[in-house]
Structure formats: C-alpha cells, structure tokens
C-alpha cells in the first residue's frame, strides 16, 4: 500500500509539472510562476487580454465588450465590497461544497480555494462589465474541467459544485442588495440573465472538457493495460519495462495480484469498463485485456468474496478465479490459473457452486480438474469409457449425479438435495455410473477420472 501510495504522489508530481508548463491549471500555472507574479487576477487578465476596470471602480464613459456601458456604480461597489471579502467568503463556500460533496476529498483545499477565488473574481468582473465569459475565460474553466478529470473528481461533483458556488454568490449578493434597498435590488436583478449565462457557459465549458480528458484518460489506461497482460503472457514479468508498465497503471509490483478470467462478451464491452470504474471506487486496482475467447482481468487489494459478487451482479459466468500470487510473475501465473478455471467452469451447467459463486470456479478449490483439463486429449485413451455411458442428452441423469457427488462433499444425502431426488435414486445411479465406466466414483481415481472426463466431453 505505501509503494502503491508513492506511486500515486510521483504521479501527481508529474501531472502538475507537466500543468506547470501547459498552464493546464490555475494552480499550477500560479505554483509555476516565479514569486512577484500577479495573484488570480492577474491571470483573468492575461485570459481576456484585457484589464478589467477592478470592482467597485466602474467606468461608465468605457464601453463593456459589446458597446455597452459598465454597470453602475452601485452594482460594481456591491461587486467589489464581496470581491473585498475573498478572504473570508471563498473558505465559506469551499467548506459547504466540501460537506456537500466529499468526493472533492481528491482536490487539495488551498487548490480548491484558489480555484473558487479565481471564479468568484472572473464572475463579480462579468457582473460588473455586464458582459458573458470571453473566450479565454472560458478556456481557464476548461482547463479545470481536464484538471478535476485527472484528479478522478466525478463529473456530477464537479457540475453540482460550481451550481452551489454560483448559486452561493448570487445569494449573497441578493441579500446585500436588498439590505441596501430596493433600488440597488432591482438593478442587481437585471442582471440575472448575465448571472446565467456565467453559469451556464461554465459548466458546459467543463462538462467538455472532463468528458474528453476522462475518455483520453481511459483510452490510455486501457492501452497500457493491454501492454501489461501481452507483457505477462510473454514471459517478460520480471523485465524492467513491465514495473514500468504495472506503475503507470497505479499497481504496486511487488504487491499481490489476482486474476479473473470470463468468455469475451460475457460481461460485454461495457461491462469491462464498468467493471473498471467499479474497482477504481472500491479502491482496487484493475487491468484488463481481451485475448482470443476470453477476457481477462487483473486485481490488486480485491478480495476474493467481492470478485465473485462482481461476476455474479455483471453476469459474466462461466468464469475462473485465480490465486493470489505476489510480484509481476505471481500476476503472470494468476493469469494461467483464471484461464485454467474458467475452462472448467465453462463445461459445467448447473452452477454447482453456491448461490454466490454459480458459475464462478476458483482455482484454489478446483486446481487439480483445472490443471489436468488442458492435457485432456493426450489422456484421451483413459478417458474413453465414459463414451459406454451413451450420449450426454441421454445419460444427463448419471452423469448429473457424478458431479453433484463430487461437488457437494461425497455426500450422497447431501447430492441428493441438491438434485432433489431420493438418496437411493443417487446411490443408484452412481452404481449405473460404475457398471458402464468401470469407474467407482466413491474412490478417488474413478472419481477424478469421472470428474475429467465429463468436463472434456460433457
């Protein structure tokens, strides 16, 4: 966890010096400046390539952007006495969109205040010149939109939190309006339309933009992720490229990995990036890649009872559990060990493994069937009495009371539940079983022989 935890701070690190020098962020834009440079302000006019006339100095003889005049004077003083007011109202509406959302947990507080002073200013500026965002304003909300992304803030939450902060603003603004009178009222509320169209064409504005960062984002965990798993299957898991590989994929190379195998389709496409998200939100990790018949996924910090409950809410059975193997080439054999599963979960019909795991076969509990499956026409001549039984649509009932034997503890009493039929019934059949194969399936070569035989030719 803690290499998994310097992994992600490295990442970060990278990410905003990066931002330092695209000036993908307010933030990092401010931290990459060398000190003396201009507070958030500053950047609004850089953005618009203009200087505003500062709150509570309107200039009315000045044209605003579309010809029209300043606000006037008393609107730009209630304006510039809330801008005054920063210091203590930004923290104010950081702590109640905080409550309201904890998702912003992922954004750091002095980010955060920064990000709502640079808005509030960009807002009361709009209000003051009676004007909507310029281009380069809104650029800089774009450029926060790709920021929150990154930062794996949920679209809602960020939507719902510029809402509240305008909304908050406005309020204020109202409220201090009114206790002033209502003359000063009125010409705040013929403002409203340009109060909207700040709100509007901000969150449109990042709606966009995390949207095109989070599918590039994605895009590009999914190419490395199919790097990782080719890079596994080929043998390199101890090559220095591969750590490389399972890093960029927040993964700790060292720490204990296990997969899961499911026949492409099963779970669909989508299901495959739900899946993702879903391990993202309980905090695990996850790769995944398609080859040839089957899809396959790799965890870090799951454990196994969630995986099943995952495979069995997306319908992606047949599928096979792996071990929980340490290191990169513990990932590697953990992938050979769901495939092997998922081959035998795959011959098998009637879900023999409880309510919460049907369909589900895990290694651990199945690792000598899973094992000896693949070896299966090399075994052919062994395995050839069970064709004496006659065809499977004809011999379901024996062959059905073999598995239920074997799945259910050797217990004949207990197969017989499950099957729902009388124990003697069971014995009986087991006995018709014995008599065509020459296999005893109450002892363990005739059982394992059963066993490998009904999962190779059903």
């Known amino acids: 966890m803690k290499s998994t935890e310097r992994q992600t701070e490295g990442a970060d690190t990278a990410e905003v010096e990066a931002e330092a020098v695209t000036g993908d ?5 401010r931290e990459a400046r060398p000190a003396g440079a201009g507070d958030s302000r500053d950047r609004a006019t850089r953005a618009t390539g203009q200087r505003h006339a500062p709150a509570g100095k309107a200039r009315p003889q000045d044209p605003g952007p579309r010809g029209q005049p300043y606000a006037g004077e008393p609107v ?25 959302h ?11 205040e920064e990000a709502v002073r640079l808005q509030l200013h960009l807002m009361l500026s709009g209000l003051t010149e009676r004007r909507p965002p310029t281009a380069a304003e809104a650029d800089l909300c ?3 939109g790709r920021r929150r992304a990154r930062q794996g803030l949920p679209l809602e939450s960020l939507v719902a939190a510029y809402h509240a902060g305008y909304r908050d603003v406005w309020d204020l603004l109202l409220e201090r309006s009114r ?17 909207w169209s700040w709100l509007e064409t901000s969150t449109a504005v990042i709606t966009d933009a995390h949207t095109e960062a989070t599918r590039s984002r994605e895009q590009r965990h999914v190419a490395l992720g199919h790097q990782l798993l080719e890079a596994l299957y080929a043998g390199r898991a101890a090559d220095p490229e591969t750590h490389l590989l399972a890093q960029a994929l927040a993964f700790d190379p060292e720490g204990a990995f296990t997969a899961v195998a499911c026949r492409t389709g099963a779970p669909g496409a989508a299901g495959t990036e739900e899946t993702r998200r879903w391990a993202r939100d309980h905090g695990f990790g996850c790769a995944a890649a ?16 969630a995986l099943r409950r ?11 559990l792996g071990l929980s193997r340490r290191g990169l080439p513990g990932a590697a054999e953990s992938v050979r060990d769901a495939e092997s599963a998922l081959r035998v979960a795959a011959t098998r019909a009637d879900g023999t493994e409880g309510a919460d795991g049907a369909g589900v076969v895990a290694f651990e509990e199945d690792w000598l069937l899973a094992t000896l499956l693949p070896h299966a026409p090399r075994l052919a001549a062994l395995l050839e009495p069970v064709e004496r039984v006659g065809p499977p649509a004809q011999s379901a009932h024996l062959r059905d009371a073999v598995r239920a034997y074997a799945a259910h503890g050797f217990s004949i009493s207990a197969a017989a539940d499950s099957l729902r ?12 079983w014995q008599s065509r194969t020459g296999w005893d399936a109450r002892s363990l070569d005739g059982l394992l022989k059963s066993l490998l035989a009904l999962a190779t030719y059903g």
Do not use: M, W
């Open 102 to 112: 904890p998702d912003y947990v992922v954004v750091p507080p002095a980010e955060h």
């Open 179 to 195: 206790e002033a009178g209502p003359g000063l009222a009125e010409q705040l509320l013929s403002l409203v339309g340009i109060a």
């Open 25 to 29: 962020s307010a933030t990092a834009a």
């Open 290 to 305: 398609s080859r040839g018949p089957s899809t396959v996924f790799l965890f870090q910090h799951a454990d196994e009872a």
């Open 142 to 144: 774009r450029d926060l």
């Open 421 to 432: 039929v009388h124990p003697n019934t069971v014995k009986y059949r087991l006995e018709r």
């Open 76 to 100: 730009a003083e209630l304006c510039g006495s809330l801008e005054r007011e920063a210091p203590v109202v930004v923290p104010r509406i950081v702590a109640s969109i905080r409550r309201r």
């Open 310 to 320: 995952r495979l069995r809410d997306l319908g992606a059975v047949p599928a096979g």
